[in-house]
T-cell receptor, first 116, second 115 residues
Framework: DGGITQSPKYLFRKEGQNVTLSCEQN?????MYWYRQDPGQGLRLIYY???????QKGDIAEGYSVSREKKESFPLTVTSAQKNPTAFYLC???????????????FGPGTRLTVL | GNSVTQMEGPVTLSEEAFLTINCTYT??????LFWYVQYPGEGLQLLLK???ADDKGSNKGFEATYRKETTSFHLEKGSVQVSDSAVYFC??????????????WGLGTSLAVNP
């Protein structure tokens, strides 16, 4: 089955530590995205990547970093500089990063990060 | 800039009731419109979409019509089930630099269906 996997499902971190969230897709999609979701709020874009070795900041990139060394993988690092990192993190991917108007995004199951 | 506004929840209905979740948008050009659903503890799934004015998206008994004259994309279902309990997000595709696109999201509307 094709899809997006995120691991771990729950993650706990001590304040001041960096932590990396995994996102893998086997859909052969070109574009990948990281969103943050807080209770009662919509999704906010952290970073996105169009192709391997390329990524761009989204709306709330401060305190986060990413890499895109392989087409199928787009890990997100939450650094100690992120002031309020406790949230639900969602990874998504899509085909054809070309300006198509119906560019559907497919989502992983999410990782819930809690800072202790 | 472009934006999406959804009705606030939570919405609580009895099984077999009629559902409407309002979504209006502000956009330049001709964005595509989407409804996504998020079941408890899970990621989001595309429920339906429409790419141009007067298009109707439909899936699993849910429908939404792209109304350009009222800038709306309201989600409807004639008879809800307990299994429809979830959070529903309205979104539109927005052009970014370099002819790329991203999704602009509403805040989500929580639906609880009681047996």
């Amino acid at each position: 089955d094709g899809g997006i996997t995120q691991s771990p499902k729950y993650l706990f971190r001590k304040e001041g530590q960096n932590v990396t969230l995994s996102c893998e897709q086997n859909l052969n999609h070109d574009a990948m995205y990281w969103y943050r979701q807080d209770p009662g709020q919509g999704l906010r874009l952290i970073y996105y990547s169009q192709i391997v070795n390329d990524f761009q900041k989204g709306d709330i990139a401060e305190g986060y970093s990413v890499s895109r060394e392989k087409k199928e993988s787009f890990p997100l690092t939450v650094t100690s500089a992120q002031k309020n990192p406790t949230a639900f993190y969602l990874c998504a991917s899509s085909i054809f990063w070309t300006g198509r108007r119906d560019n559907e995004q497919f989502f992983g199951p999410g990782t819930r990060l809690t800072v202790l | 800039g472009n934006s999406v506004t959804q009705m606030e929840g939570p919405v609580t209905l009895s099984e077999e009731a009629f559902l409407t979740i309002n979504c209006t948008y502000t956009a330049t050009g001709y964005p595509s419109l989407f409804w996504y659903v998020q079941y408890p503890g899970e990621g989001l799934q595309l429920l339906l979409k429409a790419t141009k004015a007067d298009d109707k998206g439909s899936n699993k008994g849910f429908e939404a019509t792209y109304r350009k004259e009222t800038t709306s994309f309201h989600l409807e279902k004639g008879s809800v089930q307990v299994s429809d309990s979830a959070v529903y997000f309205c979104a539109l595709s927005d052009r970014m630099a370099g002819n790329n696109r991203k999704l602009i999201w509403g805040l989500g509307t929580s639906l609880a269906v009681n047996p």
